[in-house]
Nanobody, 119 residues
Framework: QVQLVESGGGLVQPGESLRLSCAASGIIFSMYQMGWYRQAPGKQRELVATITRGGSTNYADSVKGRFTISRDNAKNTVYLQMNSLKPEDTAVYYC?????????????WGQGTQVTVSS
């Protein structure tokens, strides 16, 4: 059974930093593309960043240059380093694992961690 457990959220002031972590179990972590998504109140869930099993990264335009996604396959963990946080970054942040193989796509979500940016 796949489990993704996020941690590291909290309340920070504009301009500050946070690092989110997502620990995965129940999957062969190194085989999966991992990603971070977020959902603000009243809005749809949106992509923040993804990292392939090969380490290639992709970012939403709104976070480019401020956020960095990384993975540690030895620890089955994906990270999101968030710098220069803005109030509009306030959202619940979700970790996602994704794999497509001959059996079809397989995707799982964590329970989410709240990030609030406010003065």
């Amino acid at each position: 059974q796949v489990q993704l457990v996020e941690s590291g959220g909290g309340l920070v002031q504009p301009g500050e930093s946070l690092r989110l972590s997502c620990a995965a179990s129940g999957i062969i972590f190194s085989m999966y593309q991992m990603g971070w998504y977020r959902q603000a109140p009243g809005k749809q869930r949106e992509l923040v960043a993804t990292i392939t099993r090969g380490g290639s990264t992709n970012y939403a335009d709104s976070v480019k240059g401020r956020f960095t996604i990384s993975r540690d396959n030895a620890k089955n963990t994906v990270y999101l380093q968030m710098n220069s946080l803005k109030p509009e970054d306030t959202a619940v942040y979700y970790c996602n694992s994704h794999l497509t193989n001959v059996a079809g796509p397989s995707s799982s979500w964590g329970q989410g961690t709240q990030v609030t940016v406010s003065s």
